[in-house]
Structure formats: C-alpha cells, structure tokens
C-alpha cells in the first residue's frame, strides 16, 4: 500500500472514530501526533467550511499525503448563528466547557421555549497533495436546554437536547450519539466521496 491518509487532528479520539470509519479503504490512516506534527493552524475563516478546506490544504502541503480534516461548532438561531466558528473559544481563552456553556444559557435567559432552536455542524475536507480539495457536511438539530444535564461527551453536549430522545447530547451514550451526531453524517458522507477521489486519483495514474 503505498498512499496513507493523514487525519489531521491532534484529538486521539476523534483519530479512533475516523479509523473505525475507514478501516476497509485501500489507504493506511495515520494522525498528526504519529507524524510528528505538533503545530497547529490558526482557524482564520468565517465558516466551517473554509476552515476545514484551510487546514486540509495546510498539511496535504506539509506533509504530502492525502489529508482529512474537519470543523465544526454549534449554531443558536436565537444568538444570529453563535458561538459558531467561534464554539471552541466562544468568550475568551482559560474557560472551560461548562464556563462556555453557562455564558450560553446566560445569553438565553429569556428567549422562549420556541425560539430556541439551534444545529451541530461538522465539515469534513479532503485534500491532495496536488491541490486538488472537496468537502461534505454533517448536520444534527436539537434546541437549548435551561439547564445542563448528563456527563457524557463533550463541550455544549449538557445543554444540547434532543425532542426526539427526551434527552441531552451528554445523557445518551456515545454509542448513540457516534451513530447520528453531525460528525458521524459528514464522516460518512466524506468517506464516499474520498473513494471516488482516489479512483479518480487511480485513473489518472494509469
Ligand atoms: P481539533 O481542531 O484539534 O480537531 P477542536 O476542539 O477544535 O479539535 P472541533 O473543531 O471539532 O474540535 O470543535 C469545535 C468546538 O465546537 C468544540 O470545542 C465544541 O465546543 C463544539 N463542538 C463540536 N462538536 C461538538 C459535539 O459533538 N458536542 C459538543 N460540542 C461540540
């Protein structure tokens, strides 16, 4: 096997589900740390998308290998499409998840049951080594809750509720939310059009 594909991340979680997620590709999977990259790019875009595309392109061109890499956040219609682009550093440097999700409920104090609808976005982009970059996406709507419950997962998983389970992102098990969170949608999605770059990528050798 001669072509690996750099997942570039440096969160060995994310790592695990990428390669459970394309462990039957003719491709090896290799991550950042196991490359011995420690740097990382500034998100300077204002979308996912240009984020994704931006740090793709960054290693591809580093490294020379086939790169995917992803963005995502969480978007409240009440607060005009925030935390956004912003959702990891949403009110500064030193907070810690649950101070981001606090200032969010804060923020919220008196939007209505109705209103308060919001997404999970993840953008997955695929990069060559010559340039050549695509992306897809992944989407999972819920509404904000009044107050955090449940432990699992990460970041605004407590106040993220989902009407269909009765439940937070963080009071489901991983298992349940790996097989329907934005990420898991736009892993698949981009896992299908990685196998279409890389027969095209076939033919153009030939
Ligand atoms: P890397 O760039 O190193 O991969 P990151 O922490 O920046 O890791 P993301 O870009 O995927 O990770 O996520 C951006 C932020 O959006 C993340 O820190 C959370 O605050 C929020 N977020 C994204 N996906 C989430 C999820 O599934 N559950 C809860 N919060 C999430």
């Not at 590709?25 to 740097?39: C, H, R, S, Y």
Request: with cysteine; hydrophobic share 40%.
């Amino acid at each position: 096997m001669s072509r690996r594909l750099l997942i570039a991340t440096h969160n060995p979680g994310k790592v695990a589900e990428y390669r459970s997620l394309l462990f039957d590709l003719p491709l090896g999977v290799t991550w950042l740390d196991e490359v011995g990259i420690t740097e990382d790019v500034e998100e300077t875009e204002d979308s996912f998308q240009g984020n994704a595309i931006l740090k793709a392109r960054h290693y591809a061109g580093l490294t020379g290998l086939w790169t995917w890499a992803d963005d995502s956040g969480l978007e409240i219609d009440a607060l005009d499409g925030r935390p956004g682009v912003y959702s990891a550093r949403y009110g500064g440097k030193g907070l810690t998840d649950a101070d981001r999700y606090r200032k969010v409920l804060a923020e919220m104090i008196d939007v209505p049951d109705a209103q308060r609808t919001a997404r999970f976005r993840c953008v997955v982009a695929i990069a060559q080594p010559g340039g050549k970059v695509d992306t897809r996406d992944g989407t999972l709507e819920g509404v904000i809750a009044r107050e955090p419950k449940g432990s699992h997962g990460f970041g605004y998983d407590p106040i993220f509720y989902i009407p269909g389970f009765h439940a937070t992102l963080a009071e489901l098990e991983r298992g349940v939310k790996n097989e329907m969170s934005h990420r898991a949608e736009a892993a698949a999605r981009a896992r299908e059009m990685l196998a279409v770059m890389l027969s095209e990528a076939e033919g153009g050798e030939e």
